[in-house]
């Protein structure tokens, strides 16, 4: 490894002033990710920015509003063990919990996994299903991005030079709300999915009056599987309805075929984990499960 120069900020205006310093600067939080890359001289920054000793970047509570704010520098493990966030936002909780192992959930970030903007992320569908906001700062101040937007391609975020992700916000979710995150992966850890999909209901008076369903690996970025979604709202959740809104959610998904799928599994992989996690998103939202002919 070639040697740099490190920053320990101790401000988030600190690790922006670091950022602007010039020459290819890195920013490391819990290392999973960029570290393995310097040692494999795949990246080799001149200078890098430690962001361990922030204490705004390790936020982990909800407001007066109800709104969930994770900062950027806030490991899986505490996300996925968090009462916080286990009460009202479960699907990002499960979504850290298959990041990785326990070793490396105690280490990666929720910001770092958000700022890889790998398109297999855990995280990021959950967060797209929520309706997540990413707080930035920069040069210019701080301006918010809602989550579905800050994805731009693989590795390619919406940030600007000398910005830094500083938190998500979660919004509150209305009573009558659950969702939950499934993937599939060859293996039980240690893996990225071959398919990831997030889905999120709001239910009152039995009727879906918000639908939101993300779908990671099969595109460039996460993308929200839309035509599904408007087959769900103002409707009463069946389970013919939920068999439908999962054969439309392919037709958000290009997925390309690579030595861990095909193509054509992974747009059956879509079908099934949206069938799945509406099923339960359903359950949670309503504490019942759904009938053929209406819920029950």
Do not use: W
Not at 22 to 37: F, I, R
Not at 61 to 66: F, I, P
Not at 275 to 285: D, G, I, K, N, S
Request: proline fraction near 5%; glycine fraction near 10%.
């Amino acid at each position: 490894m070639r040697r740099f120069e490190l920053a320990l900020p101790s401000t988030v205006e600190d690790c922006v002033a670091a950022l602007q310093r010039g020459g290819d600067v890195k920013v490391v939080a819990g290392g999973t990710d960029l570290l393995p890359q310097m040692k494999n001289g795949l990246v080799k920054p001149a200078s890098v920015v430690d962001l361990s000793g922030v204490p705004a970047l390790k936020i982990l509570e909800t407001d007066s509003n109800g709104a969930l704010h994770i900062g950027a520098a806030v490991s899986a493990r505490a996300v996925e063990l968090a009462d916080v966030v286990r009460a009202g936002f479960l699907a990002v909780s499960e979504g850290a919990g298959v990041i990785g192992s326990y070793q490396v959930r105690n280490l990666a970030t929720v910001g770092g996994n958000v700022c890889n903007a790998a398109p297999s992320a855990d995280v990021s569908p959950p967060l797209v299903a929520l309706d997540a906001i990413a707080v930035v700062a920069g040069p210019n101040g701080r301006r918010e991005i809602p989550i579905s937007d800050f994805f731009l391609g693989v590795r390619r975020t919406a940030l600007q030079s000398g910005e830094l992700l500083v938190e998500i916000v979660v919004p509150a979710q209305p009573a009558g709300s659950g969702g939950t995150y499934l993937r599939h992966t060859p293996r039980r850890e240690l893996d990225i999915a071959v398919v990831g999909v997030a889905s999120q209901l709001t239910i009152v008076d039995g009727v879906c009056t918000k639908a939101r369903i993300a779908l990671g690996a099969v595109a460039p970025v996460i993308v929200r599987a839309t035509d599904a979604e408007a087959v769900l709202e103002g409707k009463a959740i069946t389970t013919d309805l939920i068999a439908e809104a999962a054969a439309l959610a392919v037709n958000a998904a290009t997925p390309i075929s690579d030595q861990r799928g095909s193509a054509e599994y992974r747009l059956h992989l879509v079908k099934v984990l949206t069938r799945r996690t509406l099923q339960t998103a359903f359950e949670r939202a309503t504490g019942r499960s759904s009938s053929r002919n209406g819920a029950h």
